[in-house]
């Protein structure tokens, strides 16, 4: 078959390709199953989320403030701005002794208008918390950024700032789950402030395979946090929370901007990274479900709206589709 791509159709004829670069591979790094450019460079963008929020856990932080599997839930989440995922944020930042003032976060249309997938019988969630520096997507991992600061007694101000302990103490820690060299990660500003790391695709998958079977306290208990708390990693009509339900214990999945993708798949002890080269956020989607299914997991019914997306003229009338053709290859 050709390799794996996801193919936009008018009609019956082909009108677009989004090419995909996908590595699969196991703790050791050893590939399984590649697809375009298993090196491609890419920013991990929220992908990192779950690494990022490692040493909240391994630093003592999340001990300190007595911090629930719902907040390191949301620590490792782009959520939808949902009332509840704003309100274990406040929760935290109150704990904190900070507010809303000190999240270097800004305010952003909710994910769950950008990112979620509806049929035609379905509305958007309708207790969406107004745009805000709570509501960013990404409050959970700044209120989990600002609880390392204060638990080292670092400054709060500046936390986002490149040259800060905090995104040091991240920065190493993205180096170690990745098996690279610092010097080898290069770097840039993600879209909520902090930094943002650019690795090889195959080392991110690694990063992910390690993170699904590693025994250490701050992995169990960050993996155990999103397994247990899905509906906090993403939200309502969200690919992360509808994989998560579909398989549960078997997929830990996070979202990244621009075309991401990373899980971990603990009881296959496999790692997979995606990247749809143009960043098609649809694309995305319907590359992991596709990826997902040609793993061997069995289809399941409630991730069918994540794999095939209609195309709508202006009229609401279906004219085409989304969706995923050819396959990864297995080495």
């Avoid at 798949?265 to 319907?286: Q, S, T």
């Amino acid at each position: 078959m050709p390799p794996l791509s996801i193919a936009a159709r008018r009609g019956n004829a082909l009108e677009s390709v989004h090419r995909v670069s996908v590595a699969v591979v196991d703790p050791a790094g050893r590939r399984v199953a590649t697809n375009g450019d298993p090196r491609f460079p890419v920013f991990m963008r929220s992908a990192a989320k779950p690494f990022q929020a490692m040493p909240i856990v391994a630093d003592g932080a999340a001990d300190r403030f007595a911090m629930s599997l719902e907040e390191l839930a949301l620590a490792c989440a782009s959520h939808n701005s949902e009332r509840r995922h704003v309100a274990i944020a406040r929760g935290l930042l109150e704990r904190l002794d900070c507010t809303e003032a000190d999240l270097a976060c800004g305010p952003h249309r909710a994910l769950a208008l950008e990112l979620g997938v509806l049929l035609p019988d379905e509305r958007p969630p309708d207790d969406l918390a107004p745009p805000g520096h709570l509501a960013s997507n990404c409050s959970g991992k700044h209120a989990g950024m600002l609880a390392l600061a204060r638990a080292h007694g670092w400054p709060v101000a500046g936390y986002h700032r490149p040259d800060h302990p905090v995104q040091q103490r991240c920065r190493a820690e993205v180096a170690r789950w990745t098996g690279l060299p610092p010097a080898a990660i290069a770097e840039a500003v993600d879209g909520c402030g902090v930094v943002t790391f650019q690795v090889p695709l195959d080392a991110m998958a690694g990063a992910f395979a390690r993170f699904g079977v590693a025994d250490d306290e701050p992995a169990t208990r960050l993996r155990g946090a999103m397994l247990a708390h899905p509906d906090l990693v993403a939200g309502r009509y969200r690919l992360c929370t509808a994989v998560m339900r579909a398989y549960p214990g078997e997929v830990v999945a996070k979202v990244g901007a621009d075309g991401v993708y990373g899980a971990a798949l603990p009881r296959r002890g496999l790692g997979l990274a995606i990247k749809v080269e143009d960043g098609d956020a649809h694309a995305n989607m319907a590359a992991l479900v596709a990826v997902l299914r040609q793993l061997g997991f069995e289809a399941r019914p409630s991730l069918d709206r994540f794999a095939r997306f209609p195309v709508y003229n202006t009229r609401n009338e279906i004219v085409g589709a989304l969706d995923a053709a050819g396959a990864i290859s297995f080495e």
